[in-house]
Structure formats: structure tokens, C-alpha cells
């Protein structure tokens, strides 16, 4: 019998017999809960009622309420007969208490009505005991039931618990060991099962490989086989393209996700120069352009490559990796090759593609509501519109910083849409520095002013115009100037300065701020960094802008602060 089997039929009746324990408990359950219902259905009524019938027994003749209680506790007990003779001794409390009322002096009817009435509280009392009984009987015949359905669970369960676990554990404890002597190369080890279940299969196939083992281990060449054939399936089965090189740049092996985007059938490719290929080839034109020789460092690759294959456009990351050696009896290393590696960086670009497009549509779908809002502010401030009180203009003066600071927000994000999709529309013109300089300073004028803080101007006489977006230029101009006056104490002071720079023109924003930890200078300029323990007013996008704005103007931009010290933002622009 197989394994499967085996395990099926005892699992399978030994759920059987817990469904049976089940089934026999549920019955017995029921049983006991209708025994204990009839008696609280039936007896315990008929005895409240002989109860308050007593009671208002009691308190008549004086009483008009006893009356009438007595007569509604009556009724209700005619209508509540379930044991034999309880309704002739009803019936017998009903005649006597109507001789009662033609009569309500006569002492002797008092105690004809409550004998009458302990009568048929005895009946019910009787029948409870007998109820009570049953109820015991069913108990013990449901004990005795599930007793032994149990019983003989435990008895199927210890059966399986001491010889299925062995039924599986022995054969593969015994396949184990020998496992184990494979790997210690002892290939002549072999299994012996009797049985026709999957271990006696299972161990017909190792005896078959140890045979091949054995076979393969007594060649000259199964130790280089295998290790040929281990390097192969390793390569083979690797999601990424994968190319080898030797040091003369012939291409010594590659797998076929390396073959299938570049073209070229694996056979046509392994033991042929990739120099000699790449005459013929654009993408292995591109894989080889930078690799460097005779163990030189290689330049590493900036942008993705961009590849088309399967009428599908993927990016790929380009990963170069030098091998080098140490023959035996040497010191220095020897450079035997390159392994290039590709990996495949296609859904990040495409999750990158839809977080920008998400971002895109809805700043652009928030500015008409910021609008809005705004418009209607300049409305609610009209003196037509009525008078405002000092509470809703600062309700007013509160919403329009917030408008302001959203349509700031949106304004940044639209920016870096346009960054992330290479749609920056540059007007690059010949320009002159005093207008973009002060320009940048009417827009922070009021800003400064609140804070009382000087605006100092050191700008070099006679300097040339310079090849720049006059509008993106004075945008991170305006950009270091407000985070200045964040940073900038008040009644404090901000220099501006513009010089010649080297066959450029260097602007640079100086606060007295608290400056900016050593370890925080290279993130300053990444997209939503913002230094930690500083004011988090902004979205942390406007520097990451500001580098891509110079940057596309063939500028450069950077930052010189230290702790205590304050900050210089600077950014140069070339000349005319």
C-alpha cells in the first residue's frame, strides 16, 4: 500500500471516529438540555404559580388586589396542564375558590383552597423528581457512550502516534544515512527497501544515481564535469544577462538571457571576440566601450542602458567585475578577465514613470481648487462683500497662508515632474545678473522685512551676462533667499553675493543660521530630505529642483556650512 494511502486511511478513520464522539455528544446534549427545558417550561410555572396564589391566599379577604392576582395566577396555571391529574387538581382550586367569593368569611374554604393548591404543587414536584431521574439516566448512558467512543479514539490515536511516524521516519532515517555517504563519496553505498510504497521507488532511483556516481567518480574527468557542469546550471539559471570575459575581451561563456537581448545565439558567441562582435553588434558596442584593460579600473556606467527586446523597451544597469588571481608563489595579482552583468532595473523605471505622472496630474488638478480658494479670499477681503471682524480676518489672513504655501507645494511638484520626465523647458538667453539678482530680491523684500532682517548685496562691477533660464535661475535664487530668512534669527543679516568665477559667474546666498552637520551636506540636495531637528515647512523638493534647474544649464551648485557657523548656498553659470 502507498504512503499516501496509508496516511489516508488512518487519518481518515481516525476523523471519522472524533466525528462520531461528536455526533454521539451533540445527541446526548440535546437530550439533557430538553429534559432541563421541560422542567422549566412545565413544573417551575406551576409551582410559581401555587406560590403567589398562596400568597394572595393570605392576604384576602382584606385585600381587593389579592383578589383579582389570585384569579390572573389561576388562569394563567389552567393554561399550563402537562402532568397527569394536574388539571382535575386546577380544576378542584377553581371550585372551591368560586365557593369562596359567595362566601368570603367561611374560614374552612381558606383551608380547603390551600390544601387544594399544595395538592398541585406536590403533583409537579413529583414530576420534577421524575424528570430529574430520567435526566440522571441520560447522564449516565451518555457517559457510558462517549466513554467508549473516546476509548476507542485514544486506542486509534496511539496506534497511529507509535507506528506511522516510524512507517515514514525509518525509511527516511536509513535514505538519509546513505545520503550521507554519497556525500562523502563512498558511492557504493545503496538503500534496500522491501516495500512496493514511494520509499521502495524513491530507493530504487538512488541506487540508480549512486550507480552513476560510481560510474561517473572512476573517469579522470568527473571531477572537471562536474564543476564545468555546476558553473554552467549557476550561470544558465540566472535571471540576469551575465557575459564573461577573458582578458583579450573573447567573450568565455554567457547565458541565454544575455543572448536573447543582444541578439546573437549563445554558440555564435562563446570563444568569439567581443571586440569583433561589437563591429556588428550597437549593444555589445555599448557593454565593451568602458571596460577597462590589463586590470585598469573601468568607468563606470552613469545612465541605464536602454534596450529593446520581445517589441518590449527594458533599462538595464550595467555592473562590471574584474577577476583577479594570485598564482601559486606569487604576490600580485594577475587580471584574468571581466564578468558584465545586467540588471534589469525595467519596473522601477516604469513604477518611477507612474509616480511621476501621478504626481503630475495632481498638482496640476490641485492649482484650479488653490485657485479658487484664493480668489475667493480676495473676495471675502473686499470692503462690497461687508466688513470682516478681527477673528474672521485672521481666519482669512490663516487660509491665505496655507493657499499660498499649497500652491507653493504644487508649484514644486509640477517642477519635479518636469524634472523626472525630461521635460524641462529651458529659454536660455544671454542675461544680465543685476536683473536676475534683483528680482530674486523684490520677491523675498516683504518676507525679510517682517522678520527685520538686512538684504546685503555684494555684487563685482562691470560683470559679464551669463547663458541662463533667466525665470528657473532667479527661481533657485528665490529659493535660497527664503530658506535663508527661515534659518536667519531676527533682526539678523543675508548676503548676497555675485562674482567672476573662473569663465563663470558664481551667485551665493549667506545666512547666520544654525548651519548644517557635516554628514548632511551631500543629502541637502536629494528630493524630501530635510535635515533633521530643522523647521519642516517645506516638502523637502525645492534644493533637489534647484540642482536640476543649474545643473541643465550646465552649471554646478553646492553648499559650504558648518555647526554654528551659518550656510553659503552657491550655484555659477557660465558666461556669455
Same mark, same amino acid.
Given at each position: 500500500?502507498?504512503?499516501?494511502?496509508?496516511?489516508?486511511?488512518?487519518?481518515?478513520?481516525?476523523?471519522?471516529?472524533?466525528?462520531?464522539?461528536?455526533?454521539?455528544?451533540?445527541?446526548?446534549?440535546?437530550?439533557?438540555?430538553?429534559?432541563?427545558?421541560?422542567?422549566?417550561?412545565?413544573?417551575?410555572?406551576?409551582?410559581?404559580?401555587?406560590?403567589?396564589?398562596?400568597?394572595?391566599?393570605?392576604?384576602?379577604?382584606?385585600?381587593?388586589?389579592?383578589?383579582?392576582?389570585?384569579?390572573?395566577?389561576?388562569?394563567?396555571?389552567?393554561?399550563?396542564?402537562?402532568?397527569?391529574?394536574?388539571?382535575?387538581?386546577?380544576?378542584?382550586?377553581? &371550585?372551591?375558590?368560586?365557593?369562596?367569593?359567595?362566601?368570603?368569611?367561611?374560614?374552612? $374554604? *381558606?383551608?380547603?383552597?390551600?390544601?387544594?393548591?399544595?395538592?398541585?404543587?406536590?403533583?409537579?414536584? #413529583?414530576?420534577?423528581?421524575?424528570?430529574?431521574?430520567?435526566?440522571?439516566?441520560?447522564?449516565?448512558?451518555?457517559?457510558?457512550?462517549?466513554?467508549?467512543?473516546?476509548?476507542?479514539?485514544?486506542?486509534?490515536?496511539?496506534?497511529?502516534?507509535?507506528?506511522?511516524?516510524?512507517?515514514?521516519?525509518?525509511?527516511?532515517?536509513?535514505?538519509?544515512?546513505?545520503?550521507?555517504?554519497?556525500?562523502?563519496?563512498?558511492?557504493?553505498? $545503496?538503500?534496500?527497501?522491501?516495500?512496493?510504497? !514511494?520509499?521502495?521507488?524513491?530507493?530504487?532511483?538512488?541506487?540508480?544515481? #549512486?550507480?552513476?556516481?560510481?560510474?561517473?567518480?572512476?573517469?579522470?574527468?568527473?571531477?572537471?564535469?562536474?564543476?564545468?557542469? $555546476?558553473?554552467?546550471?549557476?550561470?544558465?539559471?540566472?535571471?540576469?544577462?551575465?557575459?564573461?570575459?577573458?582578458?583579450?575581451?573573447?567573450?568565455?561563456?554567457?547565458?541565454?538571457?544575455?543572448?536573447?537581448?543582444i541578439g546573437i545565439a549563445l554558440q555564435d558567441m562563446t570563444g568569439k571576440s567581443a571586440i569583433d562582435l561589437s563591429?556588428?553588434?550597437?549593444?555589445?558596442?555599448?557593454?565593451?566601450?568602458?571596460?577597462?584593460?590589463?586590470?585598469?579600473?573601468?568607468?563606470?556606467?552613469?545612465?541605464?542602458?536602454?534596450?529593446?527586446?520581445?517589441?518590449?523597451?527594458?533599462?538595464?544597469?550595467?555592473?562590471?567585475?574584474?577577476?583577479?588571481?594570485?598564482?601559486?608563489?606569487?604576490?600580485?595579482?594577475?587580471?584574468?578577465?571581466?564578468?558584465?552583468?545586467? @540588471?534589469?532595473?525595467?519596473?522601477?523605471?516604469?513604477? &518611477?514613470?507612474?509616480?511621476?505622472?501621478?504626481?503630475?496630474?495632481?498638482?496640476?488638478?490641485?492649482?484650479?481648487?488653490?485657485?479658487?480658494?484664493?480668489?475667493?479670499?480676495?473676495?471675502?477681503?473686499?470692503?462690497?462683500?461687508?466688513?470682516?471682524?478681527?477673528?474672521?480676518?485672521?481666519?482669512?489672513?490663516?487660509?491665505?497662508?496655507?493657499?499660498?504655501?499649497?500652491?507653493?507645494?504644487?508649484?514644486?511638484?509640477?517642477?519635479?515632474?518636469?524634472?523626472?520626465?525630461?521635460?524641462?523647458?529651458?529659454?536660455?538667453?544671454?542675461?544680465?545678473?543685476?536683473?536676475?539678482? &534683483? *528680482?530674486?530680491?523684490?520677491?523675498?523684500?516683504?518676507? #525679510?522685512?517682517?522678520?527685520?532682517?538686512?538684504?546685503?548685496?555684494?555684487?563685482?562691477?562691470?560683470?559679464?551676462?551669463?547663458?541662463?533660464?533667466?525665470?528657473?535661475?532667479?527661481?533657485?535664487?528665490?529659493?535660497?533667499?527664503?530658506?535663508?530668512?527661515? *534659518?536667519?534669527?531676527?533682526?539678523?543679516?543675508? @548676503?548676497?553675493?555675485?562674482?567672476?568665477?573662473?569663465?563663470?559667474?558664481?551667485?551665493?546666498?549667506?545666512?547666520?543660521?544654525?548651519?548644517? &552637520?557635516?554628514?548632511? $551636506?551631500?543629502?541637502?540636495? !536629494?528630493?524630501?530630505?530635510?535635515?533633521?531637528?530643522?523647521?519642516?515647512?517645506?516638502?523637502?523638493?525645492?534644493?533637489?529642483?534647484?540642482?536640476?534647474?543649474? !545643473?541643465?544649464?550646465?552649471?554646478?551648485?553646492?553648499?559650504?556650512?558648518?555647526?554654528?557657523?551659518?550656510?553659503?548656498?552657491?550655484?555659477?553659470?557660465?558666461?556669455?
Open positions: 500500500m502507498k504512503i499516501k494511502s496509508k496516511l489516508r486511511l488512518g487519518i481518515g478513520f481516525l476523523f471519522a471516529m472524533i466525528i462520531l464522539l461528536s455526533l454521539v455528544a451533540a445527541v446526548f446534549v440535546n437530550l439533557l438540555k430538553n429534559d432541563t427545558k421541560n422542567v422549566l417550561a412545565d413544573n417551575y410555572k406551576t409551582l410559581e404559580y401555587g406560590r403567589n396564589m398562596l400568597l394572595a391566599l393570605d392576604e384576602m379577604p382584606g385585600k381587593p388586589a389579592a383578589w383579582k392576582n389570585f384569579e390572573a395566577y389561576l388562569k394563567q396555571q389552567s393554561g399550563n396542564i402537562t402532568e397527569p391529574g394536574e388539571a382535575f387538581a386546577t380544576k378542584k382550586v377553581a &371550585d372551591q375558590y368560586a365557593a369562596l367569593k359567595t362566601d368570603p368569611g367561611n374560614a374552612f $374554604r *381558606y383551608k380547603v383552597i390551600k390544601k387544594e393548591i399544595s395538592e398541585l404543587m406536590r403533583i409537579n414536584m #413529583a414530576a420534577i423528581q421524575q424528570k430529574s431521574n430520567m435526566a440522571l439516566q441520560t447522564v449516565q448512558v451518555a457517559y457510558t457512550w462517549i466513554a467508549i467512543t473516546g476509548t476507542i479514539c485514544v486506542l486509534l490515536a496511539l496506534t497511529l502516534l507509535i507506528n506511522l511516524p516510524g512507517t515514514i521516519a525509518n525509511p527516511i532515517g536509513e535514505l538519509t544515512r546513505s545520503i550521507r555517504e554519497i556525500a562523502a563519496k563512498n558511492y557504493s553505498q $545503496r538503500v534496500h527497501f522491501n516495500s512496493q510504497d !514511494e520509499f521502495g521507488e524513491l530507493a530504487g532511483s538512488f541506487n540508480t544515481m #549512486a550507480e552513476k556516481l560510481e560510474e561517473y567518480n572512476n573517469s579522470n574527468l568527473s571531477r572537471i564535469l562536474i564543476e564545468k557542469k $555546476r558553473i554552467e546550471a549557476l550561470i544558465g539559471n540566472m535571471h540576469e544577462p551575465v557575459i564573461g570575459l577573458d582578458e583579450n575581451k573573447t567573450i568565455l561563456f554567457a547565458n541565454g538571457e544575455a543572448a536573447k537581448i563591429k556588428h553588434n550597437d549593444l555589445m558596442r555599448s557593454l565593451i566601450s568602458n571596460l577597462g584593460t590589463d586590470g585598469a579600473e573601468s568607468i563606470p556606467e552613469l545612465s541605464p542602458l536602454k534596450i529593446c527586446a520581445d517589441n518590449k523597451e527594458s533599462f538595464f544597469e550595467k555592473e562590471i567585475v574584474d577577476i583577479t588571481i594570485t598564482p601559486t608563489g606569487e604576490k600580485k595579482k594577475l587580471f584574468i578577465g571581466q564578468v558584465i552583468i545586467l @540588471k534589469n532595473i525595467t519596473p522601477f523605471k516604469e513604477l &518611477d514613470a507612474a509616480k511621476t505622472n501621478f504626481i503630475a496630474t495632481v498638482s496640476h488638478e490641485l492649482k484650479t481648487p488653490i485657485a479658487s480658494v484664493k480668489m475667493s479670499l480676495q473676495l471675502l477681503e473686499n470692503a462690497v462683500t461687508g466688513p470682516l471682524n478681527e477673528q474672521q480676518k485672521q481666519l482669512v489672513e490663516s487660509i491665505k497662508e496655507d493657499g499660498d504655501r499649497l500652491l507653493k507645494i504644487t508649484g514644486e511638484l509640477l517642477n519635479l515632474s518636469q524634472v523626472e520626465t525630461g521635460n524641462i523647458q529651458l529659454n536660455i538667453t544671454q542675461t544680465n545678473v543685476k536683473d536676475i539678482v &534683483d *528680482y530674486a530680491l523684490n520677491a523675498v523684500k516683504i518676507s #525679510a522685512e517682517q522678520k527685520q532682517i538686512r538684504l546685503c548685496v555684494d555684487k563685482e562691477e562691470n560683470l559679464p551676462a551669463i547663458k541662463a533660464d533667466t525665470e528657473k535661475t532667479a527661481w533657485v535664487l528665490i529659493n535660497f533667499l527664503t530658506n535663508a530668512i527661515r *534659518y536667519t534669527q531676527q533682526e539678523g543679516m543675508i @548676503k548676497v553675493s555675485v562674482r567672476d568665477h573662473n569663465e563663470r559667474v558664481q551667485f551665493s546666498v549667506t545666512d547666520e543660521g544654525k548651519g548644517i &552637520d557635516s554628514k548632511y $551636506r551631500t543629502k541637502v540636495f !536629494e528630493r524630501y530630505f530635510q535635515v533633521p531637528g530643522s523647521q519642516k515647512t517645506g516638502t523637502g523638493l525645492g534644493l533637489a529642483i534647484s540642482k536640476e534647474f543649474i !545643473e541643465a544649464q550646465g552649471g554646478t551648485i553646492g553648499v559650504e556650512t558648518e555647526i554654528g557657523m551659518g550656510s553659503t548656498f552657491f550655484f555659477d553659470l557660465v558666461k556669455a
